[in-house]
């Protein structure tokens, strides 16, 4: 079954880190683009980040650059993603999501919580 | 940067009744890239339609995307129960690379 599954996030306060983790089973990761999607309670999806399949061209969304920072390590079939200097406004759902122009293959997101 | 503004924001309607969801583009959109989500609570989006009228895998065919340039549609032509959910369109561009639209709900009447 191809499946994705989310994993890291939790209570974190203002300025802190967390490192959210997405393991892929089911399909070879090395051979997709990949995505970080979250959306924040009660509102809708905000892209995140994307990374090419061989980490060759990288994307992040204005709200997030320079701050966070996507990865992957084919290899182990997972997909990364470094959150620093964290603020009230990233409290969402993350969701990381397969594809290039659109997303067949989401999981079931990882929570993160930005509070003092 | 491309904006997405779907429209209505809620639908009201009966189950077997046909729904008609819009999406508009502030600038032209490839149909090539323009999809649209269904999203039930607490679960995250599921992938309808792709290429602006190609059904995803599994899909049922009361489900339609049609469009061109700025402005998209997704009918469902007769609504079953577990039809009642959010709707995303979102397209692929440059800067942001994925944009969605804010959403329609379809909620029971």
């Known amino acids: 079954e191809v499946q994705l599954v989310e994993s890291g996030g939790g209570l974190v306060k203002p300025g802190g880190s967390l490192r959210l983790s997405c393991a892929a089973s089911?399909?070879?990761?090395?051979?997709?683009?990949m995505n970080w999607v979250r959306q924040a309670p009660g509102k809708g999806l905000q892209w995140v980040s994307s990374?090419?399949?061989?980490?060759?061209?990288?994307y992040y969304a204005d709200s997030v650059k320079g701050r966070f920072t996507i990865s992957r390590d084919n290899a182990k079939n997972s997909l990364f993603l470094q959150l620093n200097s964290l603020r009230a406004e990233d409290t969402a759902v993350y969701y990381c999501?397969?594809?290039?122009?659109?997303?067949?293959?989401w999981g079931q997101g990882t929570t993160v919580t930005v509070s003092s | 940067d491309i904006v997405l503004t779907q429209s209505p924001g809620t639908l009201s309607l009966s189950p077997g009744e046909r729904a008609t969801l819009s999406c508009r583009a502030s600038?032209?959109?490839?149909?090539?890239?323009l999809a649209w989500y269904q999203q039930k609570p607490g679960q995250a989006p599921r992938l309808l339609i792709y290429?602006?009228?190609t059904r995803a895998t599994g899909i049922p065919d009361r489900f339609s995307g049609s469009g061109s340039g700025t402005d998209f549609t997704l009918t469902i032509s007769r609504l079953e129960p577990e039809d009642f959910a959010v709707y995303y369109c979102?397209?692929?561009?440059?800067?942001?690379?994925?944009?969605f639209g804010q959403g329609t709900k379809v909620e029971i009447k």
């Open positions: 999501a397969r594809g290039t122009t659109m997303s067949d293959v």
């Open positions: 089911g399909f070879t990761l090395s051979s997709y683009n």
């Open positions: 990374i090419r399949s061989g980490s060759t061209y990288i």
């Open positions: 600038q032209s959109v490839s149909s090539s890239y």
């Open positions: 290429g602006a009228s």
């Open positions: 979102q397209q692929y561009g440059s800067s942001p690379l994925w944009t």
